[in-house]
């Protein structure tokens, strides 16, 4: 069974502070896939990260995929509560009965004013 | 662009009673896969349905199961409900296997 390990599970934050959410596995994925939730709502795919090492920036948040493509890390500068969410990696890989896209239970972050 | 559309997004059954789930996904969109969303387990994958084709298949009993029409919309229906599957099923579209999914809002299934 291929797992992705997201920590923390739960973050409380005051508005402005920094903070970092990860995504571990011991499995190499081909890409992996940041997404946002909100309640009552679906995930909303926030990046695509491909290739080991790479690092893309969306605003305040940066994503960093890391160099053996087996772990991915978020880093978000100057958190706003409209961050509030629920954060999920999603690892690549060839399929089977987790299907092509594995899921991460996810970190839940709140961002207080 | 309209996105992904699952109906209805709440329902309420029974013990023993079946669900029919419904997803209309992104125009141009051929794979849609379903996954279940709970507190405790996260996102765990049903199935993927490309082209009317069933590609994979998650840890599910065989009371879930799904089809794809030719149009691309996806039907996912649970048998003999049992108390366990209350949760938030998820339908997602993408251009294909592994690719960004596009999820819809889900619809809320809550068993009593």
């Known amino acids: 069974t291929q797992l992705l390990e997201q920590s923390p599970q739960f973050l409380s934050i005051q508005e402005g502070e920094n903070l970092t959410v990860y995504c571990n596995s011991s499995?190499?994925?081909?890409?992996l896939q940041w997404y946002r939730q909100e309640p009552g709502e679906g995930p909303v795919l926030l990046v695509t990260?491909?290739?080991?090492?790479e690092v893309k920036k969306l605003k305040r948040l940066t994503f960093q995929f890391g160099d053996a493509r087996k772990d991915s890390s978020l880093h978000i500068t100057a958190a706003q509560t409209g961050d509030t969410g629920l954060y999920l990696c999603?690892?690549?890989?060839?399929?089977?009965?987790?299907?092509?896209?594995?899921f991460g239970k996810g970190t839940k972050l709140s961002v207080k004013p | 662009k309209a996105g992904v559309t699952q109906t209805p997004r709440y329902l309420i059954k029974t013990r023993g009673q079946q669900v029919t789930l419904s997803c209309s996904p992104i125009s141009g969109h051929r794979s849609v896969s379903w996954y279940q969303q709970t507190p405790g387990q996260g996102l765990q994958f049903l199935f993927e349905y490309f082209s009317e084709t069933q590609r994979n298949k998650g840890n599910f009993p065989g009371r879930f199961s799904g089809r794809q029409f030719s149009n691309s919309r996806s039907e996912m229906n649970v048998s003999t409900l049992e108390l366990g599957d209350s949760a938030l099923y998820l339908c997602?579209?993408?251009?294909?296997?592994?690719?960004?999914?596009?999820f819809g809002d889900g619809t809320r299934l809550s068993i009593l």
């Open positions: 999603a690892g690549a890989w060839r399929g089977g009965s987790q299907g092509n896209l594995i």
């Open positions: 499995s190499v994925f081909s890409s």
């Open positions: 997602a579209s993408s251009l294909g296997t592994a690719q960004p999914q596009h």
């Open positions: 990260v491909v290739t080991g090492g």
